[in-house]
Nanobody
Framework: QVRLVESGGGLVQPGGSLRLSCAASGFTLDKYAILWFRQAPGKEREVVSCISSVDGSTFDADSVAGRFTISGDNAKNTVYLQMTSLEPEAPAFYYC??????????????????????WGEGTLVTVSS
């Protein structure tokens, strides 16, 4: 049974940092593209970052480029999202996702959230003073 579990969210002050984790079971993360999405209340789920060990590709959305870093630990079957210089914004759930037909970030980004089959339940990130 495929399962993705996010953790690491919480309340942080503007300018602060958080590291989110996405632990997988039931499949091997390094064989697929892994994407992080976020969704604030009343907004569309948007892609944040992507990593693929299949072709070594990574992707960061323009809104987070230079501040967020995605990485993976294959031994732990876990992907991380290091977030720094966090900006004040509405609370958002961060989700990691994967799909058995998406091997590279190009694959994963083609259809965005609509193309992903496996999802975690999300972890809430609130950036506020």
């Amino acid at each position: 049974q495929v399962r993705l579990v996010e953790s690491g969210g919480g309340l942080v002050q503007p300018g602060g940092s958080l590291r989110l984790s996405c632990a997988a079971s039931g499949f091997t993360l390094d064989k697929y593209a892994i994407l992080w999405f976020r969704q604030a209340p009343g907004k569309e789920r948007e892609v944040v970052s992507c990593i693929s060990s299949v072709d070594g590709s990574t992707f960061d959305a323009d809104s987070v480029a230079g501040r967020f870093t995605i990485s993976g630990d294959n031994a732990k079957n876990t992907v991380y999202l290091q977030m720094t210089s966090l900006e004040p914004e509405a609370p958002a759930f961060y989700y990691c996702s994967a799909d058995p037909s998406k091997f590279t970030c190009y694959d994963g980004l083609e259809y965005g959230a609509y193309g992903m089959e496996y999802w975690g339940e999300g972890t809430l990130v609130t950036v506020s003073s």
